[in-house]
């Protein structure tokens, strides 16, 4: 079968056939009937055939101003689509950016792209005009579909990138050329795009931890594959579950789990009209009668004192991911709500969640075991499993793969159908996967190996200490020094008996070979929008 995106430009810049990750479809043959189908659009398996799952005058998508059922969902989508196509002429393949934070609008605009055999383009809403430059030139998207109160910089990128020549902005009621004006306008009848299940679904720009973003692509078929994953065999959500949390539908983190894996289940999403604080976002759980929350360790420590205050007798689901969750962040919200928190590493070239464990079979210093579906093992150099205890890299096996566009970062990611997400990882005895750091994080230090992660999870413990980075600093005499970035509770002093004070409490929580030499106060650490740490920043100072 041939596909159906007549635009072939992402497809045609993909890498070489031999550069393409294995594919392992571990699933029961019921599952695989529904993964294998070649042709296959990921909307109409997730909203057109809620009817048929008994989903549709359910609530899916909610605001403090709106609730939509997924049957109500289905018609705005259509609508949506059909003004993409009819009033624009676009035809499956075409590039559509979109820019905004998470609503009800992005919502509908992403699934309505994906419906019509559109590819999906994402953005940050942080981004500047220079970074939505940068994605603009490497995905060649010809409109973009952005919040109307993030439009200034959108602009500014169009008038510097005229490949980009409409944009329609939503979540504007009275606008000439909003998309909730155009809709209106339409009769809501569109059939889904006869895409293939290989068919590009999402071009996903990395979050920027490293330097340079990359440009990971996911089929139709990754995603609904992923769904048979992590949320059918760790997160076991229900159609009653309302599910709230802070990572950006631009992030497959929060792509997956504000809005794919609900609906794969037929729950609802509690989008809020304003950003979240983390008090705001406790007391927003709280009123909406949130079960399930998605967010970083980062935010989850600083929202335990208001959950410990408030209460949130509803929730029974903790997810945190999108960086390494101290153990002190976990009994710390384990105190504030008496949930043990549910904790995953995952990857945007994997789009989700691979490793995780919840409930009984999490284990003290353990991300968790491989996601049924997945195979991991930790390798060395050349590929070879380590014994169990030693410290490799991952590398990673699944129904999901890292497909880079136009990138010859492919190589290092994907070796010989394997891939290396870039992680340094101790397998235990019993199967656990313990994070040690990042790969250009692992520090060496007089011939040691010092993990970053173990040596913040030491200082966070300490009554000062409110977050922290470690990094390696280069050394003539030890190879690198083990330095630390601090920012203390307010009304801390900063000095060098503080600096002594931390240094003590690291050799006495752990080796005293991984206290850190070096430890620099600072008011705060640099991060991507969706939370993660910028390291490499900090190794430029």
């Not at 055939?49 to 005058?57: D, L, P, Q, W, Y």
């Not at 009275?174 to 999402?202: E, N």
């Not at 989700?352 to 093992?377: C, L, M, R």
Request: hydrophobic letters at 45%.
């Amino acid at each position: 079968m041939n596909s159906a995106q007549s635009d072939s430009f992402i497809r045609d810049k993909l890498p070489s056939a031999e550069q393409w990750p294995q594919h392992m479809y571990d699933f029961p043959p019921a599952v695989l009937d529904d993964i294998l189908q070649p042709q296959l659009n990921l909307v109409t398996e997730l909203l057109d055939k809620a009817s048929i799952k008994g989903f549709s005058e359910r609530p899916l998508l909610r605001s403090p101003r709106i609730t939509l059922t997924y049957h109500d969902v289905g018609d705005r989508v259509n609508r949506i689509a059909q003004v993409l196509t009819e009033d624009y002429g676009l035809v499956p393949g075409n590039r559509i950016l979109l820019r905004g934070g998470n609503s009800v609008g992005m919502a509908l605009a992403w699934l309505a792209v994906v419906k019509a055999g559109l590819i999906v383009v994402a953005t940050m809403p942080l981004l500047r005009a220079s970074e939505l430059g940068d994605i603009i030139e490497k995905a060649q998207p010809t409109l973009a579909l952005c919040d109307i109160k993030l439009l200034d910089e959108l602009v500014t990128a169009q008038g510097q990138h005229p490949v980009l020549k409409t944009i329609l902005p939503f979540n504007v009621m009275v606008h000439p050329q909003g998309l909730a004006t155009l809709s209106s306008q339409k009769d809501g009848h569109f059939s889904a795009c006869p895409t293939l299940a290989t068919d590009i679904a999402l071009l996903a720009f990395t979050s920027g931890t490293t330097g340079k973003p990359k440009a990971a692509v996911h089929t139709h078929r990754d995603i609904l594959a992923a769904c048979e994953a992590w949320p059918r065999h760790v997160l076991q959500a229900t159609p009653d579950d309302i599910v709230v949390g802070s990572p950006p539908l631009a992030f497959t983190f929060g792509l997956g789990g504000l809005l794919i894996f609900p609906m794969w289940v037929g729950a609802s999403v509690y989008f809020p009209d304003a950003a979240y604080t983390p008090e705001v976002m406790v007391n927003f759980m709280s009123e909406v009668g949130a079960t399930i929350c998605y967010t970083a360790p980062t935010f989850y420590r600083q929202m335990a004192p208001f959950a410990q205050a408030v209460g949130l007798p509803k929730l029974r689901i903790s997810v945190s991911a999108g960086e390494a969750l101290p153990d002190a962040t976990r009994q710390l919200w384990k105190q504030a709500t008496g949930l043990e928190m549910l904790d995953g590493i995952g990857a945007t070239e994997m789009f989700h969640i691979f490793i995780s464990s919840a409930g009984k079979d999490v284990k003290a210093g353990a991300i968790g075991k491989i996601v049924p579906g997945y195979s991991a093992k930790v390798v060395d150099d050349a590929g070879n499993e380590v014994p169990r205890g030693t410290v490799g890299k991952l590398a990673v096996i699944g129904p999901t793969g890292c497909t880079y566009f136009d990138d010859v970062r492919q190589l290092n990611y994907v070796k010989n159908g394997w891939n290396y997400p870039g992680d340094a990882f101790i397998q235990d005895a019993d199967g656990y996967f313990c994070f040690q750091a990042r790969d250009d994080d692992m520090i060496i230090t007089a011939g040691y190996n010092v993990g970053a992660p173990e040596v913040e999870d030491a200082l966070l413990k300490h009554p000062a200490v409110l977050e922290c980075a470690v990094i390696g600093q280069k050394d003539d005499e030890r190879g690198m020094l083990v330095r630390a970035f601090v920012v203390l509770k307010p009304d801390t002093l900063a000095n060098d008996a503080m600096v002594k004070t931390l240094q003590d409490h690291v050799k006495a929580a752990i080796a005293p070979y991984k206290y850190p030499r070096i430890v620099d106060f600072v008011d705060k650490l640099p991060r991507t929008e969706t939370g993660k740490l910028q390291r490499f920043k900090l190794r430029q100072l």
